[in-house]
C-alpha cells in the first residue's frame, strides 16, 4: 500500500487535526481503562487511578502526532475511528468477562 | 524516508514551534530560577524576622498557647523546624484562612519568650518567589478560575509542543545519523543557527517529551480524571479516603502530643527521612492531621522539593505513607517519579543546576526556532528575485519574538530590584507585577517600534543591565545600609546575586555579538540595520561588509 504511486500522502490538516484531537484522546482514554482492567492489580489497586490517568497525554499524543502519516483525513477518521470503537467496546465488555460487578 | 512525510512534518513543526515558541521561552526562563525558588525567597524576603527561635521542649507548649489566644489557627498552622529568613516564627498561620488564594495572605507568627510567655505579631513575607512560580505556570497570561487560567492555556500550549517535538524529530531522521551532533560553524549562519537547534533539541529530547507531557496532565488532569471515571472507573470512588477511625481521645489542645514524640515515631519507621515542617491541618477538630513535610535525598519525592508523611497528632499513627519518599506503593512510586521528574528534586543541588542548564536549553531552542523561521522565509524571498526589503509578517514575527523573549528576561530582573528599593511603597505583589508587566509590554512596544534588528541588540544589553542591577542592589545596600533596598548575607541568598550578575554579564556579551551581525552582518536580512543595504540578488554567500 505504502509503495503505490498514488500513496503521498495529503496534508488535510484540519480533518487529521480533529482525528488525533477527539479520537486520539478517546483511543487514549480506552486504552488507559484496559490498563486499568487488565494490567497488574486489576481496577482496585490502590492509587493505580492516578497512573493511569498520567499515562493518557502519552497515548493521546503518540496517536495525534503519527496521525498526520495518514494518506488522507478520511482515512484517518476511519481508520482511527474503527480502532477507537473497537477499543470501547473491548473496554465496555472487559467487565462481564472478569466477571466484576 | 519519503519526501512527502518529511514535508508534511516540518510544515507542523513550524507552525506548532511557531505559536507555542514566545509561551514556552518565558515558562522555561522562568521555570529555570524557580529550580531555586527556597533561596530566592529567602533572598526577597526584608530583614527583620529577628524573631526567639524555641527549643523542641516548647513546640507543645506554644502550640497549645497560640490555640488557646487565637482561633484562627484552630484552621491549622505550620510549625517550622528550622529557622529561616523567609520564615515568620517557629509556628505560623493564616489570620484569614478564608481567604481564596488570590487575595494577599495575612501571615502571622508566634514564638515563646524567655520567660516562656507567647509572643505574637503579623509578619511580612515575599510573593516575589510564588510570582515567579506563577509566571512559570502561566508563561504571564492572566486571569484565573478555578484553575489559573494561564495554566489552561500552557497546557493547550504544550499539545502543540508535544506535537513539535515528535514533528522535529520525524524531520532529522533521514540526516540523523550523517549530521548528528555536528556544529558547521561556517559562513552560513542560518546553518550554525540550525544545527545548533537540532543538536539541542537532540539531546535534550527525553526531557522535553517529559516537560510537554506532564504539563499536559498539571493543565488538564480535572478532565482526564473525570473520563477515567465516566468511562472505566463509574460509580467506584477514583480516591480512596483515609478511614475515619475513633482515636480513643478527645481532640483538645491538652490532648496533643508534643511535635518531637511525632517526630520520634517518624524516625523509626522512616530514618532517611528529614522532617522541616509540620503542618496541622485542622488540629482541635475530628478529622485532625499533622502533614509532615522534610525532603529524603535517597528518594524521589512529590513535591517541588519536599515529600510527606500524615500523622495522628494525638496517636502518633502514620495515617498516610503514600508521599513518604521510599514508601509508597508501587504506583504511587511511578506517578511520584514523573512528578519529581518534572520538578527536578532529585539528586539535590547538583540536579537543580542541571535543570537551570535544561530549562536555559529549552529557552534557547524556541528562540532559535522562532529566528529560523524568519531566516528561512527571507532565503525564499531571495531565491524568487523579488525585492530584497523584508516582507512584513517575517518583520513583525521576528520584532515579536525579540520583545517577548528579551522583555521577559528583563522584566524578572528589574521588579526583582524594584521589589527591594520600591519596598513599602504599595502592596508587594501589586508592585512586582507593575514592574514585570511594564518592563515587559515595553520592550515589546520598543522591539516592533526599533525592528528586531536594533530592537535585539538593545533589548538583550537592557535585559543584560536590568540583571545586572540584582547585584548592583546588593553591593549598594551593603555599602550604604540607608538605602530603602537591602541584602541577605547568608550563601543561599548571595547565591542569587551571584548569579544575577553572571547572567547580566552573559547577556551583555550576547548582546555585543549580536550588534556585530546586526550592523555589520548580511544586508538582506531583517536583523540588518546597519548603512543603507547593498542590494545583489545574485549574492549566494551571506557575505561579511567590511568593518
Known amino acids: 500500500m505504502a509503495k503505490s504511486k498514488a500513496a503521498t500522502i495529503q496534508p488535510d490538516w484540519i480533518s487529521k487535526t480533529l482525528a488525533g484531537a477527539l479520537l486520539g484522546l478517546g483511543l487514549a482514554v480506552a486504552i488507559s481503562g484496559l490498563f486499568a482492567w487488565w494490567g497488574p492489580g486489576g481496577l482496585d489497586a490502590p492509587n493505580k487511578v492516578q497512573f493511569n490517568m498520567w499515562v493518557i497525554p502519552l497515548y493521546w499524543m503518540t496517536v495525534w502526532s503519527l496521525v498526520y502519516l495518514f494518506r488522507t483525513g478520511l482515512r484517518a477518521w476511519l481508520v482511527l475511528g474503527a480502532v477507537t470503537a473497537a477499543a470501547h467496546v473491548a473496554l465496555f465488555v472487559t467487565p462481564q468477562i472478569l466477571g466484576a460487578s | ?547
Open chain 2, 1 to 547: 524516508m519519503r519526501a512527502d512525510i518529511i514535508k508534511t512534518y516540518k510544515t507542523l513543526h513550524t507552525w506548532t514551534g511557531l505559536i507555542a515558541g514566545m509561551a514556552l521561552f518565558i515558562a522555561f526562563f522562568a521555570g529555570a530560577m524557580t529550580m531555586f525558588k527556597g533561596p530566592l525567597d529567602r533572598w526577597a524576603t526584608p530583614p527583620g524576622n529577628d524573631i526567639q527561635w524555641v527549643a523542641e521542649d516548647q513546640w507543645l507548649p506554644l502550640m497549645q498557647q497560640t490555640l488557646a489566644a487565637h482561633p484562627a489557627a484552630a484552621k491549622g498552622f505550620t510549625l517550622h523546624l528550622q529557622p529561616g529568613e523567609n520564615v515568620g516564627a517557629p509556628l505560623v498561620w493564616d489570620a484569614n484562612p478564608e481567604r481564596s488564594r488570590f487575595d494577599p495572605q495575612e501571615p502571622w507568627g508566634a514564638t515563646l519568650n524567655e520567660r516562656g510567655e507567647l509572643v505574637t505579631a503579623p509578619f511580612e513575607t515575599s510573593p516575589m518567589a510564588n510570582l515567579i512560580d506563577m509566571l512559570h505556570q502561566t508563561a504571564g497570561i492572566p486571569g484565573n478560575g478555578h484553575h489559573l487560567f494561564g495554566v489552561y492555556v500552557m497546557g493547550a500550549v504544550s499539545i502543540l509542543y508535544a506535537l513539535a517535538i515528535v514533528s522535529g524529530l520525524v524531520v532529522l531522521l533521514p540526516t540523523l545519523v550523517k549530521d548528528f551532533l555536528i556544529v558547521r560553524r561556517g559562513k552560513n549562519l542560518k546553518r550554525f543557527w540550525l544545527d545548533a537547534h537540532n543538536v539541542v533539541g537532540l539531546t535534550s529530547l527525553p526531557f522535553h517529551l517529559m516537560i510537554a507531557l506532564t504539563v499536559i496532565v498539571f493543565a488538564f488532569h480535572d478532565f482526564l480524571y473525570d473520563a477515567l471515571s465516566v468511562t472505566v472507573y463509574k460509580e467506584r470512588p477514583l480516591f480512596e479516603m483515609h478511614e475515619h477511625h475513633d482515636r480513643g481521645v478527645d481532640t483538645v489542645a491538652e490532648n496533643l502530643l508534643p511535635p518531637e514524640a511525632l517526630l520520634a515515631n517518624l524516625k523509626t519507621q522512616a530514618p532517611d527521612f528529614v522532617p522541616r515542617e509540620m503542618m496541622y491541618m485542622g488540629p482541635l477538630g475530628e478529622r485532625a492531621e499533622v502533614r509532615i513535610a522534610g525532603e529524603n535525598l535517597e528518594h524521589m519525592v512529590r513535591g517541588a522539593d519536599r515529600g510527606f508523611a500524615a500523622m495522628d497528632p494525638y496517636t502518633a499513627e502514620l495515617e498516610g505513607t503514600e508521599y513518604l519518599p521510599g514508601q509508597e506503593d508501587p504506583w504511587t512510586e511511578i506517578v511520584i517519579s514523573i512528578f519529581a521528574l518534572h520538578f527536578g528534586s532529585y539528586g539535590g543541588d547538583f540536579m537543580r543546576w542541571v535543570y537551570v542548564f535544561m530549562g536555559l536549553a529549552g529557552a534557547f531552542i524556541f528562540y532559535s526556532g522562532n529566528l529560523l523561521w524568519v531566516e528561512t522565509r527571507r532565503r525564499k524571498q531571495r531565491r524568487n528575485g523579488g525585492p530584497v526589503e523584508q516582507k512584513r509578517n517575517t518583520r513583525l514575527m521576528a520584532s515579536a519574538t525579540v520583545g517577548v523573549c528579551w522583555g521577559s528576561v528583563a522584566g524578572i530582573a528589574l521588579s526583582m530590584s524594584a521589589g527591594k528599593w520600591l519596598h513599602g511603597t504599595m502592596a508587594a505583589d501589586s508592585l512586582y507585577l507593575w514592574a514585570y508587566y511594564l518592563v515587559f509590554l515595553a520592550s515589546v512596544g520598543w522591539a516592533f517600534w526599533r525592528g528586531p534588528g536594533r530592537g535585539a541588540v538593545e533589548l538583550i544589553a537592557f535585559a543584560g543591565l536590568a540583571w545586572l542591577t540584582v547585584p548592583m542592589t546588593a553591593l549598594l545596600a551593603w555599602l550604604i545600609p540607608a538605602v530603602p533596598a537591602w541584602v541577605q548575607t547568608a550563601p543561599g541568598p548571595l547565591a542569587v546575586d551571584g548569579s544575577a550578575l553572571l547572567a547580566g554579564l552573559l547577556l551583555l556579551e550576547m548582546a555585543r555579538r549580536t550588534a556585530k551581525r546586526v550592523f555589520h552582518g548580511s544586508t538582506d536580512s531583517v536583523w540588518y540595520a546597519g548603512a543603507q543595504p547593498i542590494v545583489d540578488e545574485q549574492a549566494v554567500d551571506i557575505r561579511e561588509k567590511p568593518a
